[in-house]
């Protein structure tokens, strides 16, 4: 893909009293522009999206990549995943972009990854300022296999008692005692994810219970309220959670909406072998429904 010049502007949130990073791109329109909140995932941050970013940027549409709690260079309990907290940095990046001059307030989305994708479904429900959505292979549900889903709750349970001694969680190699888990389809793109230190620093001290939430959440009992469009993109080789759960949101989902399904792609579309695709769906949805 073509390197689209994108004008950036680094930001910084107030969120539940902390600190949240941030990079705006915005498109080099004078007029106000619509905008996406980009969400990463659970051990992720803002950087893996700006090639996303450039090109809703290349097209109209200004993309905020946001660093959530505890991730990337945002303060928070390091690598936590508290939903809550997340629907709250959307809301306070939401009331950040309704004042920016680039930006037309009344026409902002979100797009998010996995845990990024449970809170932009959740965030939907309380903000009213957001117009659209854009979910990745978003943990709606429990979808991993029963033996992992039961060694996960044990972890989970330990580190419960470990915090109750300690007042501090348990801090594990999730990377080394899941590694038959892919989360690209591309061998390279795997590669480049298991060796970089921002992702090893996250997935060698993955904390419990303090992440719990990026395996087991129920938003999809929720999602039948969002009013809002929504477009629903899942990796059909993703073995992290499989296109069934697409298919459950999708059905779910009571509003105006979209499925599609990417063949090639794994958990992690937005950098797999068809990110391509990812990037001109978003477009194109954000585009149409942020008109």
């Known amino acids: ?42 051990g992720e941050f803002k950087e893996n999206y700006f090639e996303l970013c450039e090109c809703l940027a290349g097209k109209g549409v200004a993309a905020l990549a946001l660093d959530m709690h505890g991730h990337g260079g945002s303060e928070g309990d390091r690598f936590y995943v508290d939903i809550s907290k997340w629907v709250e940095d959307i809301r306070a990046a939401v009331e950040f972009l309704s004042r920016h001059p680039s930006v037309d307030g009344g026409r902002i989305g979100a797009f998010g990854l996995s845990s990024g994708g449970t809170a932009i479904l959740e965030a939907s429900l309380v903000e009213p300022r957001l117009k659209a959505l854009v979910a990745l292979d978003a943990t709606v549900r429990n979808s991993l296999p029963p033996l992992y889903t039961v060694f996960l709750k044990c972890l ?29 389809s591309d061998p390279e793109v795997e590669r480049r994810l298991r060796s970089d230190p921002r992702a090893l620093e996250a997935y060698l001290a993955f904390p419990f219970p303090g992440a719990a939430q990026s395996f087991f959440v129920n938003t999809l009992q929720r999602v039948s309220k969002i009013t809002i469009p929504t477009l629903v993109l ?43 695709k990812v990037f001109a769906l978003t477009t194109d949805w954000a585009l149409e429904n942020l008109a």
């Open 234 to 276: 899942w990796g059909e080789d993703d073995n992290l959670d499989p296109p069934d759960t697409a298919r459950m949101l999708y059905s779910a989902l009571m509003c105006k909406k979209a499925l599609h399904i990417i063949p090639g792609n794994g958990h992690v579309g937005h950098l797999d072998r068809h990110k391509e």
């Open 156 to 184: 989970i349970g330990i580190g419960r008692l470990k915090r109750w001694l300690t007042r501090r969680d348990w801090r594990i190699p999730l990377i080394k005692l899941m590694s038959d888990v892919q989360l690209a």
């Open 1 to 42: 893909m073509n390197r689209i010049d994108a004008k950036r502007e680094t930001i910084e949130l107030r969120s539940l009293g902390d600190a949240l990073a941030g990079v705006l791109f915005l498109p080099a329109s004078a007029n106000p522009a619509p905008a996406l909140i980009i969400c990463h995932g659970a």
